[in-house]
């Protein structure tokens, strides 16, 4: 009689948001393949309870110490047995912890930097949905995910769909392989008058047409910002140089990305405007598994369509795009630098304080008026980053006055 496989331990680094709400789902539907081990949020502290209460994580974590201490009750007066913990350096331990198999790092933002360098020092497996650990971490990121033995998944549906596309041999990439060609949808201003772009108001912009998204990454999907962190997260994944990464304008969301190999011959992965179809085959590679996706209906698909990014108008709707080729050539810690200043742009944009068009504008300056010297430590990144969000609050004062 063959012993039962014993179920795989996830950590959710974020697992209130859209990527980690979707994990969870994945999971639900896998019970004797997985458990939720620990799940981790910022602030939303009726969302993670009742998580814990459905999930019964032996962790959760919550990022702000007073929301961990508010959790804790919550917890204890439903008679749970979760054990809570606060703090930015709980959410590294619970990454490295070694009862963890897998762990989910969907943390928005430069904060889940620290626990994304734990996972990988630690060996684990780990599933990036964290942008912003390739794009600030970059180089020393992608080294100690070599050092320590990780095993790196990505879980973006464009990054995902270029994973699967390419040869199980990464030690062949950069023959086989002429382009990686990541699609976009355009955003929701892909038809609007670029000269109204600057009345766009937080609620048009985050309202995307495929895709059901937080406000930062709609907000950056509008701009193609999201696209310009991309590329620079598909240069580290994947070692090709700028020139050899590529954007095209795909609305229907159906083709997440495509590699155009040295024969011309394109390979690409289509599948419904789903998350669950990029996380579940992060939890299952080299295996497959059910994500609760609908499949595509190939009888009543509409046609699906292609723009180029010179089309008349882009250069205007999406100024900011152009930012990643030129940060990924600037010197090691500029795409730090870039994705610094987004961030601070696109909260002051949330908050109203900078128009919608001015977000490139703070973007730019920033890029202006940092030259870095390459990170070697967490330390330094995160010293980059601190620098380079000072300078775009700058900017974002003085455009708003």
């Known amino acids: 009689m063959k012993a039962q496989a014993q179920r795989q331990r996830v950590a959710i680094l974020g697992s209130t948001g859209s990527i980690g709400t979707s994990t969870l789902d994945v999971l639900a539907r896998h019970p004797q393949r997985f458990e939720a081990y620990a799940l981790t949020a910022s ?5 993670l309870a009742q998580q814990c209460l459905q999930f019964h994580p032996r962790y959760a974590v919550m990022a702000s110490e007073v929301h961990a201490a508010e959790l804790a009750v919550r917890l204890k007066a439903a008679g749970s047995a979760t054990q809570v913990l606060g703090g930015a350096a709980a959410l590294a331990e619970i990454a490295a912890d070694s009862e963890v198999d897998a762990v ?3 943390i928005v933002g430069a904060a889940g930097l620290a626990p994304c360098l734990a996972a990988a020092r630690a060996g684990k497996r780990l599933l990036l949905a964290n942008k912003e650990a390739l794009v600030v971490g970059g180089d020393y990121f992608m080294q100690t995910v070599r050092a320590g033995g990780a095993t790196l998944l990505p879980i973006d549906s ?3 769909a270029i994973f699967q596309s390419l040869p199980e041999d990464p030690d062949t990439w950069s023959q086989r392989v002429d382009k990686i060609i990541l699609t976009a949808s355009g955003g929701p201003f892909r038809t609007r008058d670029p000269q109204t772009l600057r009345d766009v108001t937080p609620e048009q912009a985050c309202a995307h047409p495929n895709w059901v998204m937080g406000r930062k990454i709609s907000v950056d999907s509008a701009t193609m910002m999201n696209k310009a962190l991309e590329v620079i997260e598909a240069r580290f994944l994947f070692g090709l140089p700028p020139e050899r990464l590529e954007v095209v304008i795909h609305p229907q969301s159906v083709i997440h990305s495509m590699v155009q190999y040295s024969d011309h011959s394109v390979v690409a992965q289509l599948g419904t405007p789903d998350m ?9 590679w080299p295996e497959r598994m059910a994500s609760g996706a609908a499949p595509l209906d190939f009888h009543a698909l509409a046609a699906m369509t292609f723009e180029a990014l010179d089309a ?5 709707r999406y100024a900011g795009l152009q930012l990643a080729w030129e940060a990924l050539r600037g010197p090691s810690g500029t795409t730090a630098v870039l994705n610094a200043a987004n961030e601070v742009a696109v909260a002051s944009f949330l908050e109203r304080r900078i128009r919608f068009d001015q977000i490139h504008a703070v973007n730019l300056r920033t890029l202006e008026a940092i030259t870095p010297a390459a990170p070697g430590s967490l330390e330094d990144l995160l010293a980059l980053d601190a620098q380079s969000r000072a300078v775009a609050t700058q900017s974002v004062q003085a455009l708003a006055t």
């Open 43 to 47: 602030t939303q502290v009726d969302l």
């Open 104 to 106: 989910m790092a969907a």
């Open 158 to 160: 464009e990054h995902s």
């Open 276 to 284: 669950r179809v990029p996380i579940a085959y992060g939890l299952s």
């Open 312 to 316: 008349p108008g882009h250069a205007q």
